[in-house]
């Protein structure tokens, strides 16, 4: 069965749409940074699944973030060519960071990430083109129409100074504007939360 949601906060933090759409691409800087480490995450995933729900591990690594330009690159391919143009993009980009079940069948290379600061903490927001694999493996059936994958990640510090929080996958997902927000449809399981989230 196919659900909709509005996840407003995708639409903050990843595509900006009406941010970025606005802003002039961002200029290269004069000195060299340097590489940054790779960001590593755990967290149980909770897979809801007639007649009970099971639980897994997901893994998630991160490269590197997205880049204004990158990602207001995206967003204007979202605004002026829908779905599709968003997924070309996505093809065409360099994978830098992955998300993984472990023990199962079904990853996805993340080719957009955004993190931004909260109150509490930080979100980090993850984006995918086709996840079939996750597809393959937790859905009954398969529509082309759902390409995009997303993970969100919420995060804030404990007391030993430990980046810890929960947070959400949608493996497969349909992406579209309305209104000037960004409207996501998913369809078969529900959105897979994520619990006991941490940072190595």
């Known amino acids: 069965m196919t659900k909709r949601i509005l996840v407003l906060l995708f639409a903050i933090s990843c595509l900006c749409v009406t941010a970025f759409s606005q802003m002039p691409a961002?200029?290269?800087?004069p000195t060299p940074k340097p590489k940054p480490r790779t960001e590593h995450f755990t967290a149980v995933a909770s897979l809801s699944r007639a007649p009970a729900t099971t639980a897994s591990w997901v893994d998630v690594r991160v490269s590197r973030y997205s880049s204004n330009s990158t990602t207001q690159r995206m967003a204007n391919a979202l605004i002026e060519g829908?779905?599709?143009?968003?997924?070309?993009?996505?093809?065409?980009?360099?994978?830098?960071?992955e998300a993984s079940l472990t023990n199962?069948?079904?990853?996805?290379?993340?080719?957009?990430?955004?993190?931004?600061?909260?109150?509490?903490?930080?979100?980090?927001?993850?984006?995918?083109?086709?996840?079939?694999?996750?597809?393959?493996?937790?859905?009954?059936?398969?529509?082309?129409?759902?390409?995009?994958?997303?993970?969100?990640?919420?995060?804030?510090?404990n007391k030993k100074g430990k980046e810890v929080g929960e947070g959400i996958l949608?493996?497969?997902?349909?992406?579209?504007?309305?209104?000037?927000?960004?409207?996501?449809?998913?369809?078969?399981m529900e959105p897979i939360n994520l619990a006991n989230l941490r940072k190595y």
């Open 26 to 29: 961002a200029q290269p800087s």
């Open 104 to 157: 199962r069948v079904g990853s996805f290379d993340l080719k957009l990430i955004r993190s931004r600061k909260t109150p509490t903490g930080r979100q980090i927001i993850g984006v995918s083109d086709r996840p079939i694999g996750f597809l393959e493996a937790y859905s009954s059936g398969r529509s082309t129409d759902y390409k995009v994958g997303i993970i969100v990640l919420n995060l804030k510090t």
């Open 82 to 97: 829908g779905q599709d143009a968003l997924v070309k993009e996505l093809e065409k980009a360099k994978t830098i960071g």
């Open 170 to 188: 949608l493996y497969a997902s349909k992406v579209k504007i309305e209104n000037g927000k960004v409207d996501i449809e998913y369809v078969g």
